[in-house]
């Protein structure tokens, strides 16, 4: 009989198997359930483990458990991105000039590394509401780098670190999950697949990171250096491990990985990874868990093996139909994932749209080769286990390959309409958006200079260029409107549609926020800049920020006043705020759906403080979609930043006609 491990490498190596493997992520939705006392009751007593298995799934052994350290000193350098867990093959020494202190515990843990040029810090942890949402990856508080003098000194801890080859505990963790599963060895920073990966994901802040990325290319390229000593001498030991697969990389997204930086910056090392493991007999993975709308082809030939955690519409805008005729039909790469996590969910989708789904996948998968089932990225904590328990059976009973295209259950009209077609934007708004604007109108020389500057994001130059038109007697709301303001609308369009991203947008809007401040003092009262003021948080247990920071940078770019309240923000807290500042909208941003709730909670909260009437809430963040944001009671839903600036603009006109 074939096992689960057997069918897993086969289906890789391209075989038509027997039927189609699943293999379901069930780590944080275990968390989470353990935790809340909530799991099924045949499944009380049983260890996440224990559950797959009892079910007749494959075990799921790709993501390390970072919660599970065998003790606290494997752990310690997380913020630094390194960890000894059994799913890594090596061991780490750091340089004896490099003192280190360490002070706090697995949930809050402060780090400081002396070296002889410099020292810098880390915090990370769990908090109370992350275990709640099930998240298995550490939360870096404080991250190493916080200005460029610390590229030095972490380019010397890294230029100077030493890795050894430490198979013992993967060995023995491989061997116990035997034929039930295929587990991976890892690597370092929570899976960068590049040094400048690396530094992307745990060094820096997420959104900072754009920005010293134009700024400070000099000290990156040092650091990135130092890393690449890092890699090179990783390299053959993963090669040599006794592994049969490296997890190489993971959080690709067309937006924080975007093409142009991906293929500069990342793509070499996965061919260069490829060609070194594919040497050794031996499997590479990614994860692209995010929007990979404009990666397909780039991922398609970046010569990893398989791609894990992918996550199809309707949770991301690329449909299933299209990953398969990109990826697996020219016998490319092998998916693993492929059901969006939002189906397990009965407030998202209903049993009959549930089904629709699956109906649809057999179908546009057909004939079912290089194709592994699984929940791409994981389970969610809130998923309705009868569900999980279905696909395991459907796939069971129609997942016998070849599948054949055709006979299976056709989508209804109603919703083949709702499918998007490949590449197409999927449609869901609340309200209606103004079409993107176009080019900034035809100023003079002076003012084209003044546009220019934002375009380029060329926050010195623009001081210059507003003092000269001002000087010339230029009008100051001119400067404003059809200089910057102007051109960040352009920018604000070409990001849309696509064809700028977020370093773009983050150095136009900081070219913005420089210059106001000569400006402003010249605006008479009723020319102030202020269109309305706005309010902006992420939800309670919620730790996402690179979205709600770039609305909130486009709202300020086109003149309103933000107020950033950050991450994991409390509903009392948002009330308070809101009863404090009095802004004309709030705007709630939520990335997971165990989070989404708390949207709905805040509308409450302000109800009940007599605040919700002259307060306008917004709603956004991947999951949350049109359907929900009118469900929960607000007064509109933004896709995308772009979108967020049309909506805030349409509702406070509509406000102040009313
Ligand atoms: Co997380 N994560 N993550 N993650 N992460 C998602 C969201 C996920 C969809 C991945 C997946 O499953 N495919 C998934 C959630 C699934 C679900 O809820 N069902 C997920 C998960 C599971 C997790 C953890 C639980 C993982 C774990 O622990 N094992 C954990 C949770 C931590 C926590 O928050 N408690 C976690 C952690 C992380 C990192 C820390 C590693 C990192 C975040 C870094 C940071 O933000 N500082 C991360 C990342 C990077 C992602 C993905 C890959 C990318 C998110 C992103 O920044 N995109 C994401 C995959 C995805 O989104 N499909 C994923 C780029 C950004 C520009 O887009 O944020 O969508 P986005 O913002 C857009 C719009 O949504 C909109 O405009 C923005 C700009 O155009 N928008 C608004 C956003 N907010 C708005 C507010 C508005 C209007 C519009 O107000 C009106």
């Not at 990135?224 to 006794?242: G, K, N, R, T, W």
């Not at 994860?287 to 030939?301: T, V």
């Not at 209903?350 to 699956?358: H, Q, T, V």
């Not at 390959?401 to 083949?416: E, Y």
């Amino acid at each position: 009989m074939t096992t689960h491990r057997e069918r897993i490498l086969r289906v890789i190596a391209g075989e038509m198997v027997d039927k189609i493997p699943y293999v379901p992520r069930i780590d944080l939705w275990y968390n989470a359930n353990q935790r809340a006392g909530t799991l099924p009751e045949n499944h009380r007593d049983r260890t996440v483990d224990e559950i797959s298995l009892a079910e007749g799934w494959a075990l799921h052994k790709i993501v390390p458990e970072f919660l599970k350290p065998e003790s606290i000193e494997d752990i310690v350098h997380r913020g630094l991105g390194l960890v000894s867990l059994k799913e890594y093959t090596y061991s780490f020494n750091f340089s004896s000039d490099i003192d280190i202190s360490i002070d706090g515990d697995i949930d809050h843990m402060r780090v400081i590394y002396d070296t002889p040029v410099g020292s810098v810090s880390v915090t990370h942890g769990y908090t109370e509401e992350m275990k709640d949402t099930g998240a298995s990856a550490p939360w870096i508080q404080e991250h190493a780098i916080k200005g460029p003098a610390d590229y030095k000194v972490l380019a010397h801890i890294f230029g100077n670190m030493t890795f050894k080859p430490d198979y013992r505990r993967f060995t023995t963790w491989e061997s116990a999950i035997g034929e039930h599963g295929l587990a991976l060895e890892s690597t370092p920073a929570l899976n960068a697949g590049s040094p400048m990966h690396y530094i992307q994901k745990v060094l820096i802040d997420a959104t900072e990171f754009f920005i010293h990325y134009h700024d400070y290319a000099k000290e990156m390229a040092e650091l990135v250096e130092a890393l690449e000593h890092c890699y090179h001498q990783l390299l053959p030991i993963l090669a040599d491990s006794p592994a049969k697969a490296v997890y190489w990389d993971a959080n690709v997204d067309s937006m924080i990985t975007y093409p142009a930086y991906l293929e500069k910056d990342i793509l070499p090392w996965w061919q260069k990874a490829a060609e070194v493991f594919h040497a050794r007999d031996k499997l590479l993975f990614i994860h692209p868990d995010g929007e990979n709308n404009l990666l397909m082809d780039l991922l398609a030939d970046c010569g990893a093996d398989v791609c894990e955690a992918v996550t199809p519409y309707p949770m991301t805008k690329v449909d299933i139909s299209e990953y398969y005729d990109t990826w697996c039909r020219p016998e490319k790469l092998t998916i693993w994932g492929g059901i969006p996590e939002s189906v397990l969910l009965e407030k998202s989708t209903s049993d009959e749209d549930f089904e629709a789904y699956l109906d649809y996948l057999f179908k546009a998968i057909a004939p079912g080769k290089r194709f592994i089932a699984g929940i791409g990225d994981t389970t969610p904590p809130g998923a309705k286990f009868e569900r999980l328990i279905r696909i395991g059976e459907r796939l069971e009973k129609e997942g016998r390959l070849p599948l054949q295209a055709g006979g299976a259950v056709l989508l209804s009209a109603d919703q083949l309409a709702r499918a998007p077609q490949s590449g197409e934007p999927v449609p869901a708004k609340a309200i209606s958006s103004e079409p993107t604007t176009g080019d900034a109108t035809e100023p003079d020389e002076h003012l084209r200079r003044i546009q220019q500057d934002v375009l380029k994001g060329d926050h010195v130059a623009v001081k210059d260029h507003i003092r000269s038109a001002l000087a010339l007697n230029y009008s100051p709301r001119d400067i404003l409107d059809r200089g910057m303001l102007s051109a960040m609308e352009v920018i604000g369009g070409r990001f849309k549609d696509g064809t700028v991203f977020i370093p773009e947008v983050l150095l136009s809007a900081r070219v913005l926020n420089e210059a106001l401040p000569l400006l402003e003092p010249l605006l008479s009262d009723e020319q102030s800049l202020q269109k309305g003021k706005i309010l902006i948080g992420t939800v309670h247990g919620d730790l996402h920020d690179i979205g709600k920071n770039l609305v909130s940078t486009m709202l300020k770019g086109v003149g309103f006043e933000v107020v950033d309240l950050g991450i994991n923000v409390a509903v009392e807290e948002f009330v308070d705020q809101v009863a404090h500042h009095r802004p004309d909208i709030l705007a709630i941003s939520a990335l997971l759906t165990t989070t989404m709730p708390q949207m709905e909670k805040v509308i409450d909260g302000l109800q009940n403080a007599d605040l919700r009437s002259h307060t306008l809430v917004i709603v956004g963040g991947a999951p949350v979609n049109d359907k929900f944001a009118r469900d929960i009671g607000a007064d509109g839903y933004a896709r995308d930043a772009g979108e967020a600036v049309e909506l805030a603009r349409r509702l406070l006109a509509i406000n102040n006609d009313s």
